[in-house]
């Protein structure tokens, strides 16, 4: 996993000890999907500047379910990051630059450093995402198109989504809930800027159909905005 130049310090625990890491950041990774979880922390220095460095805490969740319940590890993944972080306190996650999250499956692992700051991103765009789901749940759908940035979106788009939500709702009844699974960034280039885009999974859970959607906001636009770029269901 690491380089041979690699600087590691290492303390490794199982999740009946975690030996120093919170807790409450492994209770909630347990909480939400069971299986088995190991926990270290340490710190890493590294010749490989492609390598993330500094100290960290490393979860590696061992669950069979994982890989027929998402189309990608990835989703699980970075929740299981953004559930350690939320559940810890800020003193906590100052004693760390990143959080590394190993997921294994029957037939597939995954890994990935999800540095603090970008977990801090997540955390601010969490807003806009639950209120997102406050309208979906209240089909205050004259609001959520306020939310959206015409930019973004072909001509005629936008006339679309208010018809097919409420399409959605004669199908499968009303929304109860619009749960975060998971989330990823990438960059944009919009009219020569480069722009950071956070795509945030939920589980949009209706009276008679559970769905994972994907809602993509502009992390560089003002949250209170119309920073709503992608609504894919």
Partial sequence: MFKIYSFLIALIAMFAGCGGVSESGTNA??????????AKSGVNKSTDTTAAQGRYVELELTNDRLEGAFPKLSI???NCAYLFYSAV????????DYVRITIKGKDNSYS????MKELDAVDMAKNKFDEVGRLLKSENYDDLLLQMDPHYFQPGDLQKVKPMLQDLDKQFGRTGGFKLEGFEFDDYANSGNKQRLITMYSLLTKQRKQALVALTLNTSASISGPN???LRM
């Fill in 112 to 115: 990935h450093s999800y540095p």
């Fill in 29 to 38: 990774v347990m909480q939400e999907y069971g299986g088995s979880l190991s």
């Fill in 228 to 230: 709503v770029v992608g």
């Fill in 89 to 96: 306190s800020p003193a906590e996650r100052d004693k760390y």
């Fill in 76 to 78: 699980p993944a970075s």
